[in-house]
């Protein structure tokens, strides 16, 4: 039986939320906040980076915490738009119908994020769409959950208008004190402990044409700009390996501890399904390097040291060799 994935996502996922962190207690309170959820601040300047989603809801919470407002996943994600989470989000916008993007959203989230779905379902004219993130035993999800609710209904007013509001908000976790506040910022009624973050829509919301054409950067995207996009994020072990290693860099780190503490595997295991993959610890790191080395090359304004140190040689010539090896 294959072995289930690690939940990946990408970092333009934790929106301006250094941003909101820097202006309430400065950079002494980013620093803070990602340490405690172990995250480099480096993190912030490589935003295309991914990293396992337990980390990024670890970094809502703490957040959250450190910033004392339990509305701050609202906050961050009212912020946001709903083109800040990249390609897949643009398809999708580019559809003439909430359902047909709801549908683009589906079938090409994984150039985003693994683990979580997106779901429509329902029965005669409600329907409930639905974003599924995962478990997460033992960290406090709803502010990660929370900055998604204001996406969600930012994608839904591009179709139904800038007034609409749901009759009702899903989330996934239990209701605690702050319910009447985030019904009071969303002028809209919360539904506690559901299966995940959903809005209701009739069949007509769902058809309805839409009122303002799309932008016509979205409507240039089309399903092969996107599919050739995902082909270079296969679904594989490897791939998130690599991921990892790319988020080791930024902390100038990459040993194989790291990375296995990150997936909670022990370092054997790590190897076996590397090897199930058809590939050792040593060349993803390897194929990882290469490429960070041609986005560090192709600028043209670092030195040959400077880039061995990103790419973590602790000797340049041990990168100068790597390099004529990459080059042929």
């Not at 390609?87 to 549908?103: H, N, S, V």
């Not at 406090?140 to 969600?152: E, G, L, R």
């Not at 990150?262 to 040593?282: A, C, F, I, K, N």
Request: proline fraction near 8%; glycine fraction near 8%; include cysteine.
């Amino acid at each position: 039986m294959a072995q289930p994935l690690p939940p990946m996502t990408s970092a333009t996922g934790m929106g301006p939320l250094p941003e909101f962190l820097a202006d309430l207690g400065g950079r002494e309170a980013i620093h803070r906040v990602f340490e405690r959820a172990d995250l480099p601040v480096a993190l912030i300047e490589m935003r295309q980076t991914r990293l396992p989603m337990s980390a990024l809801v670890r970094l809502f919470a703490e957040a959250t915490d450190v910033a004392g407002d339990p509305l701050f996943g609202l906050r961050v994600g009212f912020a946001m738009e709903p083109e800040d989470y990249g390609l897949w989000m643009r398809y999708g916008l580019g559809a003439l119908t909430l359902r047909t993007a709801i549908a683009r959203l589906s079938c090409t989230m994984a150039l985003h994020q693994s683990g979580p779905a997106i779901t429509l379902g329902g029965t005669g004219d409600i329907f409930v769409w639905r974003y599924v993130p995962p478990p997460f035993p033992g960290l406090d999800a709803a502010h990660h959950a929370d900055h998604v609710v204001p996406t969600m209904l930012k994608f839904a007013r591009r179709y139904l208008g800038a007034d609409w509001t749901p009759a009702w908000i899903e989330v996934p976790y239990v209701r605690d004190p702050y319910a009447g506040s985030r019904e009071e910022k969303t002028s809209t009624d919360w539904r506690f402990g559901g299966a995940g973050i959903g809005l209701p829509l009739t069949r007509e919301e769902l058809t309805r044409p839409r009122p303002i054409a799309p932008d016509p950067a979205s409507m240039s995207i089309t399903l092969r700009d996107v599919r050739a996009a995902m082909r270079n994020r296969p679904p594989t072990f490897a791939t998130a390996v690599g991921d990892l290693i790319s988020l080791a860099l930024l902390e100038g780190r990459t040993d194989m501890d790291t990375v296995a503490a990150r997936l909670d595997l022990p370092v054997r295991t790590l190897q076996r399904r590397l090897s199930e993959d058809g590939t050792t610890y040593r060349w993803v790191l390897d194929g990882v390097r290469r490429t960070r080395a041609a986005e560090l090359s192709a600028g043209g304004g670092l030195r040959i040291a400077r880039i061995a140190t990103v790419l973590g040689y602790a000797d340049p010539s041990n990168y100068r060799r790597a390099a004529r090896r990459w080059t042929d």
